[in-house]
Each structure stands twice: as structure tokens, then as C-alpha cells.
């Protein structure tokens, strides 16, 4: 069973600080990968992709990939209160599908 | 606006009453997908689809039929809905699987089934 595993958290970081999220997938075969923000009761909402080995940097958000290690992480500059949902990663398979983690819960504190 | 719109948004039912949640797309995209959403399991994909009439089973696909007559519809049937089948569904559409540079989910339907 190909899967994306995920600290569920939660995560509490002060306003201001760097939140550093990780995520873990066992199948070599994933080309793509993606951040998701899921506030509670909404829909999650895709934030960062990134198919390269290295770092992916848009605003306050880095995406980090290492196909080595199977290892992709997003880090979160400058935390906000706002910033406070679910993230939850994906990773699509050597097929079509994509599967996600369970997600990790990041709370910042005012 | 760009947009992925499912309904109803909320449904409870009975088992074995078929249901037919619809989803539709107006950004021409080819993928979508379905998802159900469970607490402590994430997102788990129903069925995808690439394009008009090509369909393939996500994960969990059992107790779920789909069809992509046309590119901005991708309906969800429930033939005989079970109480394992309470959850939240979401539908979603992107420009193609690999370039999710635009990935639109709906607003989410929740089905309760008694």
C-alpha cells in the first residue's frame, strides 16, 4: 500500500516564528507533490507544488523536496495566527492517483 | 469566477437509497477526482478521471460508480448507500494530473447515512 505519512500534531508555534512541517511517502514512483491548507469546515486549498529535487520558495512559504530520502517538507516564515489550520501534503503515484497524508494540525499563538 | 460546484452540500439518507451527488467544473480542466474525508485518515481517493469517458478507481472505490460524460461534470453515485459511507466527499479538477498549477476543490458534501 503506496502511502504519505504526516506528524499529526498539532504543532504550536509562536506569532512570528517558523513553522517547519514534514511529510514522508513510500512509493519512488511520485512525481509530484503539493501542500494543502485546510481550514476547519472548509475545503483544502492547494498553497505549493513541487516536482524538483531543492527548495521551492513562494512569499512565506518553502517547499522542500529530497527524492532520496522520500522526504518533503514546508516551512512557514513569519507564522501568522491565520496560518493556524490543517496542512496536509500529497503525492501522486507512479499511476494517476494521488494520495494524502492525514494531515498536521499547526496552531500560532498571538 | 473559476469554480467546482458539488450538491447538495448536505444529505442524510437511508441505507440502500440510491444518491447521486453532482460536481461540475467551468475551467475546462481534464482530471478530477473524488474524495472522502474521514477523521484521522485524510483525504482517500474514490475514482479519478483523465478525461471525458476515461475513468480508473482511486483507493477506495468500493460502493461508488462514476461517469465523465462530459468535461465539466463528474457525478458520484452511491447504487446502495451504507452508514460506512458517512462522510465528507470532495470533488476535484485541475488542468491535467501532473500540473497542478490550478487544483480547485468543491465546497465538500456531507452524507450521512442512517
Known amino acids: 500500500q503506496k502511502e504519505v505519512e504526516q506528524n499529526s500534531g498539532p504543532l504550536s508555534v509562536p506569532e512570528g516564528a517558523i513553522a517547519s512541517l514534514n511529510c514522508t511517502y513510500s512509493d519512488r514512483g511520485s512525481q509530484s507533490f503539493f501542500w494543502y491548507r485546510q481550514y476547519s469546515g472548509k475545503s483544502p486549498e492547494l498553497i505549493m507544488f513541487i516536482y524538483s529535487n531543492g527548495d521551492k520558495e513562494d512569499g512565506r512559504f518553502t517547499a522542500q523536496l529530497n527524492k532520496a530520502s522520500q522526504y518533503v517538507s514546508l516551512l512557514i516564515r513569519d507564522s501568522q495566527p491565520s496560518d493556524s489550520a490543517t496542512y496536509l501534503c500529497?503525492?501522486?503515484?507512479?499511476?494517476?492517483?494521488?494520495?494524502f497524508g492525514a494531515g498536521t494540525r499547526l496552531f500560532v499563538k498571538a | 469566477e473559476a469554480q467546482v460546484t458539488q450538491n447538495p452540500r448536505y444529505l442524510i439518507t437511508v441505507t440502500g437509497k440510491k444518491l447521486t451527488v453532482t460536481c461540475s467544473q467551468n475551467?475546462?480542466?481534464?482530471?478530477m477526482s473524488w474524495y472522502r474525508q474521514d477523521p484521522g485518515l485524510g483525504l482517500r481517493q474514490i475514482y479519478y478521471s483523465m478525461n471525458v469517458e476515461v475513468t480508473d478507481k482511486g483507493d477506495v472505490p468500493e460502493g461508488y460508480k462514476v461517469s465523465r460524460k462530459e468535461k465539466r461534470n463528474f457525478p458520484l453515485i452511491l447504487e446502495s448507500p451504507s452508514p460506512n459511507q458517512t462522510s465528507l466527499y470532495f470533488c476535484?479538477?485541475?488542468?491535467?494530473?501532473?500540473?497542478?498549477?490550478?487544483?480547485?476543490f468543491g465546497q465538500g458534501t456531507r452524507l450521512t447515512v442512517v
Open positions: 500529497a503525492a501522486t503515484t507512479g499511476g494517476f492517483k494521488t494520495i
Open positions: 475551467m475546462n480542466h481534464e482530471y
Open positions: 476535484a479538477s485541475s488542468l491535467s494530473h501532473r500540473r497542478y498549477t490550478e487544483a480547485f
